[in-house]
């Protein structure tokens, strides 16, 4: 890190938090520090809705799943649109016509003050826990690789977020997630030029997507019907479009963004704009991760690139032994290299070298045992082995020029301030309509809720520096957050299905029919994903959003059924 990397990222950072605070000071009124005061046109909505999803894992941890498993997880993202045309037809006009602050609002409307409950808690559970996650991924990755003490990374973070969510709100939220989103497409494009500009002169963009190609990196598409299958067609398609239904159409983080568009249009046009543009970006930067692989064939590349992991090693009584697995790959990748290099050129004259393949190929699988061997090292001395978030930060840090550096870890830090602040928001907005005006304080002045609402996204903060402090990395982070969400939000989404769709289930059937699905999910969720650390599960994860919302409307129509018979 160079003078002018500082400058860049400290001055991208206090821009946000003194634009945001500056441009919002002085809310005083619920609906203007909640919704907005439903200002927002239909490009703040959308970039918002973007902003929010498109956390620093997006940007830690994406390429580097790509890197190591290639391009399948864009599959993940396949039941987005159709998720965002069904919330824009059914969900948005409803809670537009009910002028509610939180989505929970309507569930009293419907079913009683229990469910509503019910519903807003599942929601502060599972989102407290990816507020610290959008807070500890970043900063554990710089601590790590810059040397900086991790506890303190956490708080400045967190720190930052608070100062202009707690002035401003909604709004702040809003204003300062248009620099982000242009802070960080700017600095991903950037980035992606670079990587191109970097391989060596005989490799075109196609040259590389056909050497990606070889390592089995750019299998976008699998149709095969397997349950365990993490990211298949399949699953994205009905599992992830389960969970985009209830993340973006009963998360009060999303919720909360299309809510306060000026009108029923605005809102519909902003999730319209983020379905269009979110796969695209996600195949964009999965692409940046590719790109970085097929940069490392002509690259030295580490065994392993979590810095903390390798230290340790090689402080451990199995140093020669990672040691000789360092030799062997540095042979390989020579290899390699020549091999790469000289199968591109014969692509360039339309000669497709078989033998060539077959041999990029092999070393490609040395390279994978290799890597295995090394991380079955670093779990004898009780490191984590995952070093798939580590990936891109390694690049950045290790090959881009002076100033560049500064742009990406901007990036980077202002997509966990983005991520975060909307999600202390909603928590806080949630806490306070749903919890504390509901069932505590419901005649008091607009003033005190706006200050409750500001004591919440304070408690909220610390809740989430606090767990980022004491939280542990078990997961490739962009999977870590998606699995907390998946074995909350299928609950959540049947609940508010039944209230939408199904007329004759009331208020105790849909609450204890909830209690149990989720209680089911946590069973399902341990012995079928939990028990196999290794990603080879009984069980995809994303299937969880389907079972647990067919769960809760099954169930809360047989106790329906039952309690009318029993009448």
């Known amino acids: 890190m160079q003078t002018l990397d500082w400058f860049i990222l400290i001055f991208s950072l206090l821009f946000i938090v003194v634009y945001g605070a500056w441009k919002t000071k002085g809310s005083q009124d619920v609906k203007d520090y909640i919704l907005g005061n439903n200002e927002s046109k239909w490009w703040t909505i959308g970039i918002s809705v973007m902003a929010t999803q498109a956390s620093a894992i997006t940007f ?3 390429p580097g799943q790509a890197f190591h498993d290639g391009m399948g997880f864009v599959q993940f993202y396949f039941g987005l649109p159709l998720a965002m045309v069904f919330i824009c037809i059914f969900f948005i006009p409803i809670y537009h016509k009910l002028n509610v602050y939180t989505a929970y609002e309507f569930l009293e409307n419907r079913f009683d003050q229990k469910t509503r409950s019910l519903a807003a808690i599942l929601f502060l559970v599972q989102r407290g826990l990816a507020a610290g996650i959008t807070i500890y991924a970043p900063a554990i990755i710089l601590s790590s690789i810059l040397g900086w003490n991790l506890n ?25 997630q248009k620099q982000q989103m242009f802070i960080i497409m700017l600095g991903m494009f950037i980035a992606f030029y670079l990587i191109l500009s970097y391989l060596p002169k005989e490799i075109s963009f196609g040259n590389a997507l056909q050497i990606a190609g070889v ?9 095969s019907i397997n349950p365990n299958s993490r990211y298949t067609f399949w699953s994205g398609i009905t599992g992830g479009l389960f969970l985009a239904l209830s993340y973006f159409g009963t998360d009060q983080s999303q919720v909360q963004r299309y809510l306060s568009g000026k009108t029923v249009r605005e809102s519909q046009l902003g999730l319209i704009f983020n379905g269009f543009l979110k796969v695209p970006m996600q195949f964009f930067i999965l692409l940046t991760g590719v790109m970085v692989f097929v940069f490392f064939q002509f690259n030295k590349v580490p065994l392993n690139f979590n810095p903390t992991s390798q230290i340790a090693v090689e402080k451990s009584i199995y140093a020669a ?11 390989i990748q020579e290899e390699k290299k020549i091999v790469t290099l000289t199968y591109a050129k014969q692509i360039n004259i339309d000669v497709d070298n078989p033998v060539l393949r077959k041999r990029i190929i092999a070393l490609s699988e040395k390279e994978k045992n290799l890597r295995e061997e090394a991380q079955g090292i670093i779990k004898k001395i009780k490191q984590e082995p995952n070093d798939k978030d580590y ?4 690049f950045i ?14 990036v980077i830090l202002s997509a966990a301030m983005s991520s975060t602040a909307s999600e202390l928001n909603a928590l806080a907005s949630t806490t ?52 907390i969400g998946s074995v909350f939000y299928g609950t959540i989404l049947g609940i508010f299905l039944v209230a939408f769709f199904v007329k004759f289930i009331k208020g105790n059937a849909i609450f204890y029919g909830g ?3 989720q209680l089911i999910i946590f069973i399902i969720y341990y012995f079928t994903i939990h028990i196999y650390p290794s990603g080879k599960e009984l069980l995809g994860y994303l299937w969880l959003n389907a079972i647990g919302a067919a769960l809760t409307l099954g169930l809360s129509a047989l106790i329906q059924v039952s309690m009318k018979n029993k009448n």
């Not at 400045?156 to 300062?176: E, P, Q």
């Not at 990936?391 to 390694?394: L, S, T």
């Open 60 to 62: 830690l941890s994406t």
């Open 152 to 176: 303190w990374l956490n708080f400045i973070l967190g720190v930052l977020v608070i100062i202009y969510t707690v002035s401003g709100g909604t709004k702040a939220v809003n204003v300062t």
């Open 215 to 223: 390592n089995d990196k750019m299998n976008i598409l699998d149709f």
């Open 321 to 331: 032994d990672y040691k000789n697995l360092e030799e062997r790959l540095a042979l």
């Open 391 to 394: 990936v891109f930060i390694h």
């Open 397 to 410: 840090l290790q090959y881009l020029p002076t100033g560049l550096v500064g742009l990406l870890l901007a």
């Open 432 to 483: 306070t309509i749903d919890i504390y005006k509901r069932n505590f304080k419901s005649e008091k002045s607009d003033k005190h809720f706006v200050q409750v609402s500001k004591v919440f996204t304070l408690l909220w903060g610390a809740i989430a520096i606090l767990f980022a402090c004491f939280g542990t990395l078990v997961e490739n982070l962009i999977q870590l957050v998606n699995i």
């Open 515 to 517: 209690v149990l699905s």
